[in-house]
């Protein structure tokens, strides 16, 4: 169980006059084996609380705890090492790091040619197209989004934190997406979306708002409410006649 | 051979034994081992240390070695080596040199290397320097590189430096012909008091001649790098220079690109970036758990791959 408790986090907290709550007395729970999805209008803290979970940025006051141990002040390392494994929204891009070398980095080892191919796969991607590739800006936005799920899924781990894992990725691949979080259903999965069919995969959805409280519920309690026509925290996934 | 020979021709070269073919390994200024074949003829200089290497014309796929290793100190070693490569050859040359000095001397290597390539001729070049030895003593390479490209000719430069180099000075001058092409790939890595200076002089001489110089290096401690261009379009042409620096510690790096246009239909590129490693890739690689310093190499190593 992944709990939050009393969690503040600022932006621009060094400059009084600029400082603005991102998040205030957030307190929040995730169970074991559950897959939440978190949504929320733009600009709500989303990926913030993602970052806090994964140590990257650290929160001004509450604690982070990890099956009943306190881990807010672990290192982004430490917390990797514990089985927090994040995909991030914007994936990084290397100088000569192959896809090869990034499945090893997270394989801890020397991955073989089988198992990178068995992730690449996974997320819909020809392995042998795309092993030897370098992480670099040769690769469109929705390759390097499918492979930085993939190197996700070669870390392995408890707590999967996944950034807007659909951001890049056609309409025609979601279901093959919804797929991989299914695979995932032994671990805590904490997932970052606007989209309905995320949003109906999920367990829990937990709905965040700077200016209240989340609203956090199962997701047939929240989910209603969410895709009424007007409502500001999500967006239809357009149908294939609307393309 | 003795076993540190070896070693440092397994750093520089590849080589775990005497290559087959011609080759020619240069120790302390004196022949160690040679051969010439009919193919690719190794012909030593009489008026001067060195050798000519004469690849016959419709040469294809034959490579030839021509290291060089220094194992002692306080010694100076020039050695003058002529490429010449007939028409419509194909041939990877691999070159490179091994330091070894074990006092607090200077040991210095200086090639100077002239590449004459004939129509539709093609040549891999692979360049390794590489020292050792004793703290305090000084390894040291000033190479020049000349480089002469007939129509259609392509030479294809690959120069590593990957450490133990205290100071280098290199010196890479070309004329390319038309249609021909100057590809460059450089990866240097210096660390600890360690300088190196890298200066290019390209003119694209010919018409639809083209150059791309691809830089990439990586400076530690209180190391120091200089990476100077200058290429000339004296034709319709196409020129194309890249540096990129990853500083670390207290090091530093300064690029001078020069490109000059001397032509209306001449098309010349610098692209220069020098900065610390960036910090999404090092949270990124420690996401998946690996330390700081893990995350460090792994971006180097990628970096200069």
């Known amino acids: ?243 | 051979m003795e076993k540190l020979d070896l070693e440092l021709l397994e750093k520089i070269a590849e080589l775990h034994s005497v290559p087959e073919g011609s080759f020619n390994i240069r120790k302390n200024g004196e022949r160690l081992a040679s051969a010439s074949t009919e193919d690719i003829r190794i012909i030593p200089k009489e008026d001067k240390p060195g050798i000519d290497i004469v690849v016959a014309a419709g040469v294809k796929n034959k490579s030839v070695h021509i290291p060089v290793i220094l194992t002692v100190g306080d010694f100076q070693d020039t050695v003058y080596n002529d490429f010449f490569i007939g028409e419509d050859a194909d041939v990877t040359i691999i070159a490179g040199c091994g330091i070894h000095n074990p006092g607090k001397g200077k040991a210095e290597h200086d090639g100077v290397h002239t590449f004459r390539l004939s129509e539709n001729s093609r040549v891999r070049y692979v360049e390794r320097h590489y020292g050792e030895g004793a703290e305090g003593g000084k390894r040291v390479f000033d190479p020049v590189t000349n480089v002469f490209l007939d129509k259609g000719a392509v030479l294809e430069m690959e120069t590593t430096q990957l450490g133990g180099v205290t100071f280098t000075d290199r010196m890479t001058e070309a004329v390319v012909g038309d249609d021909a092409k100057l590809l460059v790939k450089e990866k240097l890595l210096t660390d600890g008091e360690e300088k190196a200076i890298s200066r290019f002089k390209v003119t694209l001489q010919g018409r639809n001649s083209t150059c791309d110089i691809v830089s990439r290096s990586v400076a530690r401690g209180s190391s120091h790098q200089e990476f100077y261009s200058d290429v000339i379009g004296a034709n319709s042409c196409f020129g194309h220079v890249e540096c990129d620096g990853i500083v670390m510690d207290g090091a530093r790096i300064l690029s001078t690109p020069q490109i000059d246009a001397a032509h209306p239909d001449a098309s010349l590129v610098h692209e220069a970036a020098v900065g610390k490693i960036a910090g999404d890739q090092l949270t990124k690689l420690m996401s998946l758990g690996l330390t700081e310093k893990e995350a460090e190499d792994t971006v180097i190593k990628g970096f200069l791959h």
């Open chain 1, 1 to 243: 169980m992944l709990k939050l408790e009393h969690i503040y986090y600022d932006v621009d907290a060094d400059r009084p006059d600029k400082a603005r709550h991102i998040l205030s007395d957030v307190s929040l729970e995730f169970p074991d084996r559950t897959v939440t999805v978190i949504t929320g209008h733009n600009g709500s803290g989303k990926s913030t609380l993602v970052k806090l979970i994964m140590g990257i940025d650290r929160p001004a006051s509450g604690k982070i705890l990890f099956d009943g141990e306190d881990v807010t002040d672990a290192s982004v390392t430490e917390r990797a090492l514990k089985g927090f494994t994040l995909a991030f929204q914007q994936p990084v891009r290397f100088k000569g790091i192959t896809v090869r070398d990034l499945l090893n980095a997270a394989c801890r080892k020397k991955c073989s040619t089988g198992e990178a191919c068995k992730y690449l796969y996974t997320v819909g991607l020809c392995a042998k197209d795309y092993i030897d590739r370098p992480v670099d800006d040769t690769l469109s936005g929705g390759e390097l989004k499918r492979i930085e799920l993939a190197t996700a899924l070669a870390k392995g781990g408890e707590v999967f934190l996944l950034d807007e894992p659909e951001a890049g990725i056609d309409l025609w691949s979601f279901d093959e997406l919804v797929g991989v979080f299914d695979k995932l259903r032994d671990k805590t999965v904490i997932i970052v979306s606007h989209q309905n069919k995320i949003l109906q995969a999920a367990d829990r959805i937990v709905v965040l708002n700077s200016a209240a409280q989340p609203v956090v519920g199962t997701r047939d309690e929240i989910l209603p409410g969410l895709t009424d026509t007007g409502a500001p925290y999500c967006r239809r996934t357009p149908t294939k006649e609307q393309e």
